[in-house]
């Protein structure tokens, strides 16, 4: 029989598109891990930051460049040579590295943003381009708000970069406007209008605003686009990208209607979006496609009945094929060092001996002091261990803390930090024991950073439960940090998580 399958590449933008979701900041560390997770789940190319975005995204692409093998390593340039150059400053520690360029050709961004005639765009576009191919061979372009260009400037622009070197013209339904038959009919205009682009690598990047970001790529790769751009679990601007596992799972199990599959290891998906969740704090709803704890659960007696006649009745793919394969591994009070590695590996959590022993530590501490250990409280406690801050990065640390407070009375606190090595004594009063602390906090640091956002959970069991806080800061920039901290005071917990969001803030701002 004839082989007709052709090869689609998955771009993998979590770490760039991803990281954009609103909260999701990352450390370099953690961006570090995720990437390695990548490259063991088989995409082709990494999209690794905005490397002029920030230091960290700076720093965080090269740690990547340098460290990761196997897939292409990416970054992001607008199309301006301070841009480009930081980007392959960043990106050219990789074997493959690649510029990804753009510069947006909707006549909403030209008028109201870019202030460009489409004449001046093509020629940015062609410019950046050939800046780029100065660095490297491989060079990206995307028309950023492509879906609401009209298909002729559109075609004129992919004309102008492929003539000026690019390797991979991308197209990217930026907000997520476009209808999957609309977006089908660009893709198929652009290979009949500009035929060259057949030679190429053409490209898929669609947002989620209307839910169609899935259906819009893979209506595109029907018409022939080699390249989807999507982000584990779907995360992204806004609503989001295409979700990569739903992008892969549907290219493999209905290979017989698109006659093209990936390169990816299918049995990494499960760990890969458990480990996206837990370091962005981004929860996948349980009836997620492919990666929710429900997508293979049965309920209905009615299904379970047949299932348990044939799998197929009600199963058009099986767990085991995304890496589901239940929670085999059950913590209790003997466990030991091996018990606890093969949970964490079980949910896509890579650390190194160091952070191993430390949770092993924790949890046989917690199971001394006969409490119930569940699997969730050590997934809380690795959690906190991955998301601690390089002690260099810990410009604020927690000394000490009192909080009074009682019926009848206002709690009060004071709080010891040192912040960058000095010692100083903040106090504060409030609606609670959290309140008073925080306030104490506060009177010690930058007041424009602004406290969004305050979740407690308690992780399992009763009264001794682990308390797991998450938070959010905004800085005056409008910029959002995350903080998290699990502890079995759940005052200490609070504090903890305060200060390690701060720490991400002044870290990203560099001063106070
Ligand atoms: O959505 C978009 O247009 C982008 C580009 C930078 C490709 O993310
Ligand atoms: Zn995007």
């Not at 596992?245 to 017989?256: A, G, P, Q, S, W």
């Not at 959290?434 to 506060?442: F, H, N, R």
Request: proline share 2%.
């Amino acid at each position: 029989m004839k082989n007709t399958t052709k090869n689609i590449l998955i771009f993998d933008t979590t770490l760039r598109d991803g990281e954009q979701s609103p909260g999701a900041s990352l450390t370099v560390n953690e961006k570090v891990m995720i990437a390695e997770q990548l490259a063991k789940l088989g995409v082709d190319i990494i999209e690794a930051g905005f490397p002029v975005a920030s230091s960290g995204d700076f720093e965080a692409v090269k740690k990547i460049a340098r460290t990761i093998e196997g897939p292409v390593i990416c970054g992001l340039a607008r199309a301006v040579d301070a841009d480009i150059d930081c980007c392959w400053e960043a990106v050219k520690y990789a074997k493959r590295p690649r510029i990804h360029t753009f510069i947006a050709t909707s006549d909403i961004h030209r008028d109201e943003k870019l202030r460009k005639s489409k004449e001046e765009v093509i020629a940015s576009a062609v410019r950046a381009v050939k800046r780029a191919k100065g660095y490297c061979d491989d060079v990206e372009f995307s028309p950023e708000d492509a879906g609401r260009t009209s298909l002729e400037y559109m075609c004129d622009v992919v004309r102008a970069v492929i003539a000026a070197g690019a390797t991979t013209i991308n197209i990217p339904d930026t907000v997520g406007y476009t209808e999957p038959e609309e977006f089908a009919h660009r893709i198929r205009t652009l290979f009949e209008k500009v035929p060259e682009a057949r030679d190429i690598v053409v490209s898929v990047h669609c947002h989620n605003d209307l839910g169609n970001a899935v259906a819009n790529s893979l209506a595109a790769v029907k018409q022939g686009a080699t390249q989807v751009e999507c982000c584990i679990n779907g995360i992204g601007e806004r609503a989001g990208n295409a979700s990569l596992e739903e992008i892969v799972m549907n290219l493999k199990t209905r290979r017989d209607f698109f006659e093209a599959d990936t390169r990816i290891n299918t049995r990494e998906l499960f760990k890969t979006s458990r480990l996206v969740s837990n370091l962005t704090g981004l929860e996948i709803a349980r009836n997620k496609a492919i990666v929710g704890r429900n997508a293979f659960a049965h309920e209905a007696g009615i299904h379970q009945h047949g299932v348990l006649q044939s799998k197929a009745t009600y199963e058009i793919m099986n767990a085991e094929e995304v890496g589901w394969a239940g929670d085999t591994i059950v913590i209790g009070k003997h466990s030991g060092k091996h018990a606890v590695t093969a949970l964490l590996e079980e949910e896509g959590y890579l650390l190194n001996e160091e952070q191993t022993n430390f949770v092993t530590e924790k949890v046989k501490e917690l199971a001394d002091k006969n409490k119930t250990v569940e699997r969730d409280d050590v997934l809380a406690i690795a959690m906190d261990v991955i998301g601690q801050l390089p002690d260099q990065e810990k410009r604020i640390r927690l000394e000490g803390f009192t909080v009074v407070t009682g019926s009848g009375m206002t709690p009060t606190a004071s709080v010891k930090l040192l912040i960058d090595g000095t010692e100083r004594i903040g106090t504060g009063v409030g609606d609670g024991p959290i309140d008073a602390l925080s306030k104490a906090v506060w009177s010690l640091i930058d007041p424009s950073v602004k406290l969004l956002e305050y979740n407690l959970k308690a992780i399992t069991g009763g009264t001794d439960a682990l308390a797991d806080v998450s938070i959010k800061l905004q800085d005056a920039g409008g910029r959002i940090f995350s903080g998290r901290a699990v502890n079995e005071d759940v005052i200490k917990a609070g504090v903890q998580a305060i200060i390690s969001g701060l720490n991400r803030a002044m870290n990203a701002s560099g001063g106070k």
